[in-house]
């Protein structure tokens, strides 16, 4: 039963991105979005990638609700035993629409920039889908 609502929830969170305004002009083949979660931390990082595979940055525009069912996910893992993830990479690729989700419980940086800068297409391409 809890792994059907924490499937669902997931399926939900995909369809939240997909369905976002930030991408509703349809000119991306693959999304991968980080959420970092933790006590002091709420945050989105996304880059969408073309289909040469350039990357351009982009957080969802409906950024918050997207946080919140991630809470609302990692409130359910943790309370069915599967531990609160402290970072989240989902991607989406085109054309069905794949969806890939992984979790990380110990690393609050994994998914993160060694530094933040103008130029920050080293990082989009770590988190380009394969």
């Not at 629409?97 to 998914?111: A, I, Q, S």
Request: contains cysteine.
């Amino acid at each position: 039963m809890t792994d059907s609502i924490q499937n669902a929830l997931i399926f939900e969170i995909g369809e939240m991105i997909v369905e976002d305004p930030r991408y509703a002009d349809d000119a991306w083949h693959s999304i991968s979005l980080v959420a970092t979660i933790g006590e002091d931390v709420e945050e989105l990082t996304a880059f969408r990638f073309d289909e040469a595979g350039q990357s351009s940055p982009g957080t969802p525009r409906r950024g918050g609700a997207i946080l919140d069912k991630l809470i609302e996910l990692r409130e359910q893992m943790q309370q069915t035993g599967g531990g609160a993830f402290v970072q989240c990479l989902i991607q989406i690729k085109k054309p069905d629409y794949d969806l890939t989700v992984k979790f990380e419980h110990d690393d609050p940086e994994r998914w993160s920039p060694g530094s933040v800068s103008m130029d920050m297409s080293a990082f989009a391409d770590a988190l380009r889908p394969a």
